[in-house]
């Protein structure tokens, strides 16, 4: 199964878009069948994915809705059959596809459904004579024509995937996790309150994807108090969670605080994770060492998404996420103050120090709390780069201080 050549690029400035994925196909011939079950297997991954319906391919030309909804889709699947190319509005559709690739970065997957690339790629066989009727038909549009034959040409030279004498549910099943991993770079959507947050995400990814970590990824968030760990923490946590990719997720939040004030609370933690991931758990964790065995019993062919939130001490990794518990492919996240206690829990761990904002970012996360605007007036200038100084970059003390100071005056004596 080969990959796509198409990137994507991390960026919380991406593109608005209403579905993961557009299916272009010719209707007549696997509507009913290997696009059908495609189309479900996408959608119980929870790959929202846009199908036209089968009444709109009787229209003459393809419907503005059709380029709009591909234009806002992240991805393109395209199912290249042996009478796509019979459909102008296929071909259409192929066209407005590829614009979107060069010009917005959407992913696009071909599947070569019982044809040979070459042949699209060369435009022999039935391919070949769907044209010779689309030149006699458009006679004089021969450029309409040509169009479509480059764009077959390119799409024919994408690293794509062969659907030939295989199981096609087997099949389906592999391409899914393929499309999940290509989604994995989901468009965020960060609260305008989290200066800063955007870089900090590019960093972590950045971290997480060119480590040579396999099987279960350790991944530390470490940092001084108020420096912003669960922060990050949540929006990685969100942002990986809507990728569709993993089979259950659960994010423990302060767990030093819960083992401190709670009874049992190692106990009370296990039974939220494994409440988290296992619907309709049958029974409640009596003490660690039961709740250590049934984590690994029910999770360990499972590929999960776990943050444990703020840990302080090794037995509170040893109980909750044991290196072998977890099924190939999941990722464990921990926010800690303490860097060593990661290095001393896995062997492998992927270590991401939080660094400080820089002043750009710390004062408008100063100005939002202190003046409900991203930049302070003449004024409070001055103020404000005291204040930013005074706060070192850590995004706490920079909301405690706005917050304190806001609606307060200079001139009152009540900011000095």
């Not at 003459?60 to 290249?80: D, E, M, N, T, Y």
């Not at 922060?231 to 083992?259: H, I, P």
């Not at 709390?369 to 001055?382: L, N």
Request: proline residues 2%; hydrophobic residues 35%; charged residues 25%.
């Amino acid at each position: 199964m080969a990959s796509s050549s198409n990137s994507t690029v991390f960026s919380s400035t991406k593109r608005k878009t209403n579905y993961d994925v557009f299916l272009s196909f010719r209707g007549e011939e696997t509507r009913s069948s290997f696009t059908s079950h495609l189309y479900a297997a996408l959608c119980q991954k929870g790959i929202f994915t846009f199908l036209d319906d089968d009444k709109l391919e009787r229209g003459k030309s393809i419907s503005p809705g059709l380029f709009k909804a591909i234009k806002h889709s992240r991805c393109s699947i395209i199912v290249l059959s042996r009478n796509y190319a019979s459909s102008s509005w296929c071909l259409d559709e192929l066209v407005k596809i590829l614009q979107c690739m060069k010009n917005d970065g959407q992913i696009v997957l071909p599947i070569f459904y019982h044809v040979d690339p070459s042949h699209v790629r060369k435009q022999s066989g039935s391919i070949g004579k769907a044209f010779q009727r689309h030149e006699q038909v458009l006679s004089d549009d021969l450029e309409k024509v040509k169009s479509w034959r480059e764009a077959l040409k390119e799409v024919a030279d994408l690293a794509g995937w062969h659907v030939h004498n295989r199981n096609e549910a087997k099949f389906i099943q592999d391409f899914i996790v393929e499309v999940s991993t290509k989604l994995d770079v989901a468009p965020l959507n960060i609260s305008a309150d989290l200066f800063g947050i955007d870089s900090r995400l590019e960093k972590l990814n950045y971290c997480v994807r060119t480590s040579s970590v396999n099987g279960v990824c350790f991944i530390g968030i470490c940092g001084m108090g108020g420096i912003g760990k669960t922060t990050l923490a949540k929006a990685y946590y969100e942002w990986m969670s809507s990728s569709s990719q993993f089979e259950g997720n659960s994010f423990l939040s302060n767990v030093r605080e819960v083992c401190e004030k709670k009874k049992n609370g190692l106990v009370y933690l296990q039974n939220c994770l494994l409440s988290d991931i296992i619907n309709g758990l049958p029974k409640k964790i009596r003490d660690v060492h039961e709740g250590m065995d049934m984590i690994s019993d029910r999770l360990c062919h499972k590929k999960v998404l776990i943050v444990l939130d703020d840990v302080d001490k090794l037995d509170q990794l040893k109980v909750l996420a044991n290196g072998d518990w977890f099924g190939f492919g999941s990722r464990i996240i921990v926010t800690t103050r303490d860097e060593s206690l990661l290095t001393s829990a896995f062997r492998k761990s992927i270590i991401y120090r939080v660094e400080e904002l820089s002043n750009n970012d710390a004062l408008q996360l100063f100005s939002r709390k202190a003046f409900k605007t991203v930049h302070p007036s003449k004024d409070y200038e001055e103020m404000s780069k005291q204040v930013i100084t005074y706060a070192s970059g850590l995004p706490l003390a920079l909301e405690v201080l706005g917050s304190f100071l806001c609606g307060k005056s200079i001139r009152s004596g009540e900011v000095l």
